[in-house]
């Protein structure tokens, strides 16, 4: 994780909204508890992480304020995906792509007809490529500088 913010972000951050965004960024370990998130090993090396979510948060880590954990209905809610990362010696090899499908696959056997993700700007070519729409464009300042962000969704099914 901290290898993907620190170096896959160059090129869309500055150094200052780098580390402003590890206030925002992260493992939300609720994933972990829940069962919803993947890992994707290369030997013993994590070539990349992420994982979906039947609760109400939409991005940020265990640090993060504002979480909420009430769960979502999936007749009327978008489930989320959630705490996506590639290590840069893994980026543009299919990573993100395939925890994606795995995301999308174990949300609607749940009976989410929709998922919905907070994209960086780093992340956001992998997500239309994988069609996922925008939503809205935000600015998370938590961290002090502020961070641009996407807010996109996909229709399952």
């Given at each position: 994780m901290e290898?993907?913010?620190a170096e896959l972000q160059k090129g869309f951050l500055d150094p200052a909204q780098i580390a402003s965004s590890r206030m925002i960024m992260g493992?939300?370990?609720q994933l972990l508890a829940d069962g919803t998130y993947f890992m994707v090993?290369?030997?013993e090396a994590i070539a990349g992480c992420g994982g979906w979510s039947r609760r109400a948060t939409l991005y940020g880590g265990d640090h993060t304020p504002g979480r909420d954990a009430a769960?979502?209905?999936p007749a009327t809610e978008a489930a989320r995906v959630r705490a996506m990362y590639t290590h840069p010696d893994f980026a543009?090899?299919?990573v993100g792509r395939l925890i994606l499908q795995l995301c999308e696959a174990a949300a609607g056997a749940e009976g989410?007809?929709?998922v919905e993700l907070m994209a960086t700007l780093s992340g956001r070519a992998l997500y239309s490529?994988?069609?996922y729409e925008d939503i809205e464009a935000i600015e998370d300042a938590r961290g002090?500088?502020?961070v641009p962000l996407v807010r996109m969704g996909k229709a399952l099914g």
């Open positions: 290898a993907a913010i493992l939300d370990r090993l290369d030997g769960l979502l209905d543009r090899r299919g989410f007809r929709r490529q994988c069609g002090g500088a502020p």
